[in-house]
């Protein structure tokens, strides 16, 4: 399929990733090929298909293609980002570690891909990513307003945000602005 058109090349991968078995090491190694495709849409359909795949790795595979792929095409960035949520807690423990590298540029993409997030496993390791040291605290206002994107059934805690404003009193007014914002909705 590498000579076909775009279209074919991305028609091909989403029937792939759409009709593979779970975990299906060889179609793993064909969407990690296609996310390096030149085109987009065809990166886009190997984010989404790894993400629904869920194969041990996906994670880190797509949070790396994310980190390195320098287009600005918002939907391809925003299937990076569905491709972590459909892997559930493996691709939110990607982008903690990501946040946990000690590196400012990969700490401020994870506080992105977290701004973006919708599941439950995102709004469940906010928390953790509150506690990152070098998480500014803008950023952990963007955070901790991100809460309201969790439209969830049964909605999520608020507890773990309370327990986090209890052990940290002294937290700037912006913060405690955002968490008061929070709560109200």
Same mark, same amino acid.
């Given at each position: 399929?590498?000579?076909?058109?775009?279209?074919?090349?991305?028609?091909?991968?989403?029937?792939?990733?759409?009709?593979?078995?779970?975990?299906?090491?060889?179609?793993?190694?064909?969407?990690?090929?296609?996310?390096?495709?030149?085109?987009?849409?065809?990166?886009?359909?190997?984010?989404?298909?790894? %993400?629904?795949?869920?194969?041990?790795?996906?994670?880190? *595979?797509?949070?790396?293609? #994310? !980190?390195?792929? +320098?287009? /600005? =095409? $918002?939907?391809?960035?925003?299937?990076?980002?569905?491709?972590?949520?459909?892997?559930?807690?493996?691709?939110?423990?990607?982008?903690?570690?990501?946040?946990?590298? %000690?590196?400012?540029?990969?700490?401020?993409?994870?506080? *992105?891909?977290?701004?973006? #997030? !919708?599941?439950? +496993?995102? /709004? =469940? $390791?906010?928390?953790?990513?509150?506690?990152?040291?070098?998480?500014?605290?803008?950023?952990?206002?963007?955070?901790?307003?991100?809460?309201?994107?969790?439209?969830?059934?049964?909605?999520?805690?608020?507890?773990?945000?309370?327990?986090?404003?209890?052990?940290?009193?002294?937290?700037?007014?912006?913060?405690?602005?955002?968490?008061?914002?929070?709560?109200?909705?």
């Amino acid at each position: 399929v590498r000579g076909e058109s775009p279209d074919v090349r991305r028609l091909a991968v989403e029937a792939l990733a759409y009709n593979a078995k779970p975990k299906d090491n060889r179609v793993f190694e064909t969407l990690l090929k296609a996310l390096a495709d030149r085109d987009p849409a065809v990166r886009r359909v190997a984010a989404l298909g790894i %993400g629904r795949l869920g194969h041990d790795g996906s994670g880190e *595979a797509l949070v790396n293609a #994310l !980190r390195h792929d +320098a287009e /600005a =095409d $918002a939907f391809l960035k925003d299937a990076y980002v569905r491709g972590i949520e459909k892997l559930g807690k493996p691709g939110i423990e990607a982008v903690v570690a990501l946040a946990q590298s %000690g590196e400012a540029k990969s700490r401020d993409l994870a506080v *992105a891909i977290f701004l973006g #997030l !919708r599941t439950r +496993a995102g /709004a =469940d $390791a906010i928390p953790e990513m509150l506690l990152q040291p070098e998480v500014t605290a803008d950023q952990r206002e963007a955070l901790i307003r991100s809460y309201t994107n969790y439209q969830a059934d049964p909605p999520v805690s608020l507890d773990p945000l309370a327990d986090y404003l209890a052990k940290r009193p002294n937290e700037p007014a912006n913060i405690l602005l955002a968490a008061v914002d929070v709560f109200a909705a």
